[in-house]
């Protein structure tokens, strides 16, 4: 399984306020804060870190089909790899001074060189990316949420078997799928 998320920094650092008393307590865990505490870059740390967790949740959601839950403390970010309960998912993170984007999935399970990303391009032009790829008709390619509210790329509103994850925050996006 799959899973991607995208911050906007410039979007995060006016919308949240990383400093207020409890903020950091709320989401991450004492050696997670102790990392961003010391870190060179206090908030791209956070957003890092945020990112890398939320991407993992799409993942372990997808996987395991669960209603949406997100208790981001139970998610424990190491370096590159991010555990929850006993599973580990990789993550892979692009840095810019504009956004953070994380993929993440299971190394054991998914090449990660089989992923495709598409960065900041709107829905309507990563389905007809799709369509071209694929020969699919455009005309009949959507996205469409399933009962859990996860999304799945459709083929005359059923499902194609694809893996597939999309984020979206502030002046960004993000679709990948293999």
Not at 33 to 60: C, G, M, P
Not at 88 to 98: P, Q, R
Not at 100 to 111: F, R, S
Not at 122 to 149: M, P, V, W
Request: aromatic residues 14%.
């Amino acid at each position: 399984m799959i899973g991607n998320d995208i911050i906007d920094l410039n979007y995060a650092s006016l919308k949240s306020n990383t400093s207020r008393k409890g903020w950091l307590e709320k989401l991450f865990i004492e050696k997670e804060i102790a990392t961003i505490n010391n870190s060179i870059n206090r908030d791209q740390t956070i957003w890092l870190f945020w990112s890398q967790k939320e991407a993992v949740y799409k993942a372990h959601q997808r996987r395991f089909q669960f209603e949406p839950i997100f208790n981001p403390q139970a998610y424990i970010v190491n370096d590159n790899t991010v555990t929850i309960d006993s599973y580990k998912y990789i993550t892979e993170s692009s840095i810019n001074d504009d956004y953070i984007h994380t993929i993440a999935y299971q190394k054991n399970v998914l090449q990660k060189d089989k992923i495709r990303v598409f960065l900041n391009i709107k829905e309507f032009n990563f389905l007809d990316q799709i369509a071209l790829k694929h020969t699919y008709s455009r005309d009949e390619l959507s996205i469409l949420k399933n009962k859990l509210g996860i999304p799945d790329i459709c083929l005359k509103n059923k499902p194609l078997p694809f893996c597939y994850s999309s984020s979206h925050h502030g002046s960004y996006n993000a679709f990948i799928y293999i």
